[in-house]
């Protein structure tokens, strides 16, 4: 593409994946990061353009986004990358967009909708697997049930090699405690509280609720007033078994859950299958950045909301599951332990 287009955080492991397959897909991002020897060494290995970037310096940090159209932000924890990223792409008249999956960046980030519209940029956090598949799914179960009153919303992750990333920004988010939406309003709850199991099509998961970017992502997809988001555990195996445990370590599936309650009692299910999530990622940002480039709507954006309900099955080898037709008498797939 003609478009001058950057990644951010290119050379962590999440951003080389990144990078990789924007090559594949026949692009030439600028590499930015803010370690000079391994983004010259990844820029070097495809024959890139890159740059170094601090982001303490936003005088620097606009100046250097001057020619570039979008920035594409693979830099965890994004709660100290994606504010002076996004502010910066807004002076520079830029899109942005990353695979954040923290409750507080959605919320700074979406706090920036009436400037990004007058900019007449996209603002578009959570354009990896967590968000995607779970955002694209809270869309299409609420316009099934003719608009979700209370939305519950999932992932569950499997890759053979899980970078350091999820782990990085759970932590980080933890000082900020548990949240779910009620009433159109994030309210506190105690971690571990709220406990529930979810069925797969793989079988039944423990699930918890977790202060997530989900929890914006979806309201701002539905307008559901009450939205749950919940971390889930991977269904337990038999330990004994080994030629089982060698073919499940073989291939990966990752899922995404939601489910939907309408105003009349009506729900509706589904599920989001795909393979290794660290492989989704890549796939999913880069089909993000065409789709913003070729002309996405401004303002402050989820995947859904700017892509459309159907944007996550446009990746190779993922499918949507539907439980059932929408029934008010539908029994639920788990019941609250707390």
């Not at 994946?17 to 070097?44: D, K, N, Q, S, W």
Request: net charge negative; aromatic share 8%; proline share 6%.
């Amino acid at each position: 593409m003609q478009e001058n287009w950057m990644i951010y955080g290119a050379a962590g492991y999440t951003g080389s994946l990144i990078a990789a397959r924007a090559v594949e897909c026949g692009h030439r991002p600028v590499l930015a990061g803010r370690g000079a020897a391994a983004i010259t060494a990844l820029a070097e290995r495809h024959g890139l353009p890159h740059r170094v970037l601090d982001l303490d310096d936003p005088v620097a940090l606009q100046a250097a986004l001057g020619d570039v159209d979008l920035v594409l932000n693979a830099a965890g924890p994004f709660l100290h990358t994606a504010a002076p990223l996004a502010r910066a792409c807004l002076s520079a008249g830029a899109h942005y967009l990353d695979i954040s999956n923290e409750l507080q960046v959605f919320r700074a980030l979406y706090d920036l909708d009436e400037e990004a519209k007058q900019v007449g940029v996209s603002i578009i956090p959570g354009v990896g697997f967590g968000v995607v598949a779970t955002n694209c799914l809270a869309r299409y179960v609420s316009e099934a049930v003719g608009g979700a009153n209370h939305l519950e919303v999932a992932s569950r992750v499997a890759s053979a090699q899980p970078g350091p990333g999820a782990a990085a920004t759970m932590q980080e988010n933890l000082p900020y405690g548990g949240w779910i939406r009620q009433d159109g309003q994030l309210v506190p709850k105690e971690f571990f509280t709220g406990v529930t199991t979810i069925g797969f099509p793989d079988g039944p998961c423990e699930a918890m609720p977790v202060p997530t970017g989900d929890l914006e992502a979806a309201f701002h997809a539905t307008g559901a007033p009450d939205v749950v988001a919940y971390a889930v555990s991977p269904p337990a195996r038999d330990g004994g078994d080994s030629e089982h445990k060698d073919a499940m370590s073989s291939t990966y599936r990752s899922f995404g859950w939601a489910r939907a309650t309408g105003s009349d009692g009506a729900t509706a299910e589904a599920w989001l299958q795909t393979g290794d999530s660290y492989a989704f990622t890549p796939a999913a940002s880069i089909r993000a950045v065409e789709e913003t480039l070729v002309g996405s709507k401004s303002g402050a954006l989820s995947p859904a909301a700017a892509f459309g309900a159907d944007f996550a099955f446009t990746i190779q080898d993922t499918k949507r599951i539907d439980a059932n037709e929408v029934s008010s008498s539908l029994v639920p797939t788990g019941e609250s332990n707390g």
